[in-house]
C-alpha cells in the first residue's frame, strides 16, 4: 500500500462518509450504498477505491458482499501524520 493511494482515497468526502459508517462494524455493500443518493455502480467505485488503498476489506456470504474497515491502515496513516506534525510543536514553545 503506498501513502499517496491512502490519501487520495481519503480526499474524497464520499469515501470519509463509508468509513465513518464503517467504524460502527460492517456493513453490506447495499447498506452503505442506502446512505448516498448516488448510483449503486459509483458507491462500489469508491469502495473499490478504499478496498484498492487498504482502508477496508471484504468478505462474500452467499450473495452478499460485507466491508469492513483495517484499522491497522488507519493507524499507519495518522502515525505518519502525527509524525510530520511532531517538530511543530517543539517550534512554537521557542
Avoid: C
Wanted: charged fraction near 25%; glycine fraction near 6%.
Amino acid at each position: 500500500m503506498a501513502m499517496s493511494e491512502t490519501l487520495k482515497a481519503i480526499s474524497d468526502p464520499v469515501r470519509r462518509q463509508i468509513l465513518n459508517l464503517l467504524k460502527t462494524g460492517p456493513q453490506s455493500a447495499g447498506d452503505i450504498a442506502a446512505h448516498f443518493d448516488l448510483k449503486a455502480a459509483t458507491v462500489s467505485y469508491h469502495l473499490k477505491l478504499l478496498k484498492e488503498a487498504g482502508l477496508i476489506s471484504e468478505r462474500r456470504e452467499k450473495n452478499f458482499i460485507y466491508y469492513d474497515l483495517n484499522a491497522s491502515v488507519f493507524e499507519e496513516v495518522l502515525s505518519w501524520l502525527y509524525s510530520l506534525g511532531a517538530g511543530e510543536n517543539n517550534d512554537d514553545k521557542k
